[in-house]
């Protein structure tokens, strides 16, 4: 069994910055491929990020492509979602998930998830 739990949120203006983290405990996640998924009011979970196993292979969003870096330290078992140039679309509940195997963008292909963090950003 895993346990994830995000950290990092918060609120923030438009053009800031936010670093979420999703801390697993349990067992080692070393071996799990990491997605950041999101969830804003009356819509559907969204895929966010996802990174590989190793850190190598990493996938984006379109829609946060170029302002979100996804990245883990395998030593302190723990994912990072480094976000800037927030906007008010960013606005959601952020939730880490792990998976054995390849990254990927499908909330179904993920076996363990946390309980979210909330961003709000503000114009």
């Known amino acids: 069994q895993v346990q994830l739990v995000e950290s990092g949120g918060g609120s923030v203006q438009a053009g800031g910055s936010l670093r979420l983290s999703c801390a697993a405990s349990g067992r080692t996640v070393n071996g799990y491929a990491v997605g950041w998924f999101r969830r804003a009011p009356g819509k559907e979970r969204e895929f966010v990020a996802s990174i590989s196993s190793s850190g190598r292979n990493t996938w984006y969003a379109d829609i946060t492509k170029g302002r979100f870096i996804i990245s883990r330290d395998n030593a302190k078992n723990t994912v990072y979602l480094q976000m800037n140039s927030l906007n008010s679309e960013d606005t959601a509940g952020y939730y880490c998930?792990?998976?054995?195997?390849?990254?990927?963008?499908?909330?179904?292909?993920?076996?363990?998830w946390g309980q979210g963090t909330q961003v709000t950003v503000s114009s």
């Open positions: 998930a792990v998976r054995l195997g390849l990254l990927s963008k499908y909330e179904a292909d993920y076996d363990y």
